[in-house]
């Protein structure tokens, strides 16, 4: 919430943004910022400016594809003990989730981290234990340090972690909405720092802003891209000082690298996207699920995997659509009555609108 003085800041932002008479569509890519927006009501204040704001691809477990979905259920189908956040338990797949799964006596354990596997994988040494990675460079660096350390042998991960600046590359390559400038990610920012983002303004003149998750952040954020704007430049701004650094951290990109090779890899709501995903180098790959249980995956070989019907994650994931302009959005489609992934993440746009707008 405002205090008094955050509010003098905020009208006094807004009404500068009124009299410069823009209109302009932003996008952010974290699942906290529209938290931010949405519980607050910056998105109907930034309306009112003529400045749009949606959010892109910016929660892990909304793009995390329905393949990776069939993988973790077809393990615990083949009796393996099957591990991860208990927002991913509940995402559906194409019949089951993994909650419904461990309703009819398969083994999946929510955890809430990887050190919560491994622990189970030390306790239950006649079961192979399995945990799905899900997350962007934020969650990558403990994977990578858990995997680092001698571990039980009857463990190993599923990866479906990615990185964030191919994503954004893909959003402006497939030209489906103009973007006037991106709002990056606070936590993401804390590992990678600045550089990464530094050739989206080069090479598609797009302005750029990593902000923190208050309020006035984001209204920070706001103003600094909209002056960008107004000076005719694009570069990489950082309004999140306090955590960010230029550098980022050294040590956790370090654990990354050591750990993990880019791959190309498909996200929800997206086609391939070129080295966009994490996959165990070869050093490690007596902890890769797909290569350990490489003969069992192979149900899966060949088989497509769809959206659930009538589910718009996709679109929303790409900035096409608001939750709200999805049919099923409040209706078919609840928290308790999930369809897609973006109703159960609590980073997801449609769970976030649910929850604080609803259905106008």
């Known amino acids: ?18 009299k410069m008479d823009v209109n302009l569509k932003f996008m952010h890519v974290c699942g906290t910022h529209q938290d931010t927006l949405v519980k607050n009501g910056l998105d109907v204040l930034f309306r009112e400016c003529s400045i749009d704001i949606g959010q ?56 809430y981290g990887i050190e919560d596997a491994v622990n189970l994988a030390e306790n239950r040494k006649d079961k192979d234990v399995v945990f799905m990675a899900v997350g962007f460079e934020t969650t990558a660096p403990t994977t990578a340090s858990v995997l680092i350390k001698d571990l039980p042998s009857n463990f190993s991960i599923l990866s479906c972690h990615r990185i964030i600046p191919p994503a954004l590359k893909a959003i402006l390559d497939m030209g489906e909405l103009k973007i006037d400038g991106f709002i990056e990610p606070g936590h993401v920012s804390t590992i ?13 003149d797009v302005p750029q802003v990593i902000a923190g998750f208050e309020p006035l952040d984001l209204l920070m954020a706001v103003w600094m ?40 890899v498909k996200w929800r709501g997206f086609p391939v996207i070129p080295k966009s995903g994490l996959k165990l180098r070869d050093k490690f790959e007596d902890y890769d699920a797909r290569k350990r249980y490489e003969d069992k995956l192979q149900d899966l070989s060949g088989k497509e995997f769809n959206e659930p019907a009538g589910c718009r994650c996709g679109e929303v994931l790409r900035g096409l659509i608001s939750s709200q302009e999805c049919p099923l959005f409040g209706n078919k489609c609840t928290p308790s009555t999930p369809v897609g992934p973006c109703m159960v993440s609590i980073e997801g746009s449609c769970s976030i609108e649910y929850r604080y707008a609803k259905k106008q």
Request: some cysteine.
């Open 192 to 204: 990678i720092g600045l550089k990464p983002y530094e050739f989206i303004s080069k090479d598609y």
């Open 225 to 264: 891209l909209v002056h960008q704007i107004q000076r005719g430049e694009a570069a990489v701004e950082n309004e999140y000082v306090r955590a960010v650094k230029e550098d980022g951290n050294i040590k956790a990109q370090m654990a990354i690298n050591e750990v993990f090779e880019l791959v190309d």
């Open 1 to 18: 919430m405002f205090s008094l003085r955050d509010k003098k800041i905020a009208n006094e932002i807004v009404s500068k943004i009124k």
């Open 56 to 111: 892109g691809p910016g929660c892990p477990v909304c793009v995390t594809t329905p393949r990776e979905i069939e993988e973790m259920l077809l393990l615990a189908r083949k009796g393996k003990v099957v591990t991860t956040f208990g927002d991913m338990i509940q995402v559906p797949g194409e019949k089951y989730s993994l909650q419904s799964m461990r309703t009819e006596g398969y083994d999946v354990q929510m955890v």
